[in-house]
């Protein structure tokens, strides 16, 4: 069962987007460094080793691409900033800086919302309807493009 570490401006719990989602335990202001997108560091390689991406299967993991040399897999090491759901709407924004990965807030958030950033996941291979819907959204957003990958390579 998850839990919320002390200091953390949110916690985690069931969400209607998937399995568990970070909900903000107060009013939190645009720009804000939340937390890091904490895991063990691996190579594009090692990560791909661990996790086959296999054809026509559902994609689920925790890993985060900081770059084409180091991928983040917070099933390792991870805290919770792995529970954080995409959103085609987002509230929040991964930032890459200095090679690590921080969730900072994009907007002013309510007390009670649910933190979510865009994943904008990139594949090697082209996006296609096929691999699109490997990689499907169920934000719910009015402007929701239907997949977690991003929207151009
Ligand atoms: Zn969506």
Redesign the pocket.
């Known amino acids: 069962m998850p839990h919320t570490a002390r200091d953390l401006p949110f916690e985690i719990r069931h969400s209607p987007i998937q399995g568990f989602g970070g909900y903000a335990t107060h009013a939190i202001a645009a720009g804000v460094r939340l937390i890091e997108y904490a895991g063990e560091r691996l190579t594009p390689a090692q990560a791909e080793a661990r996790y086959p991406d296999t054809d026509g299967e559902r994609h689920h993991t925790y890993l985060f691409a900081i770059d084409d040399a180091i991928v983040v897999d917070a099933a390792v090491n991870g805290n919770e900033a792995r529970f954080l759901n ?4 987002p509230n929040c924004d991964a930032v890459i800086d200095d090679d690590r990965i921080w969730i900072e807030t994009l907007h002013d958030i309510e007390a009670g919302e649910e933190l979510v950033y865009d994943y904008a996941y990139t594949l090697a291979e082209r996006h296609t309807p096929a691999a699109k819907r490997r990689y499907p ?5 009015i ?6 990958l991003a929207k151009k390579r």
């Open positions: 995409h959103s085609c709407a959204c169920s934000c719910g957003a402007t929701c493009r239907g997949t977690i």
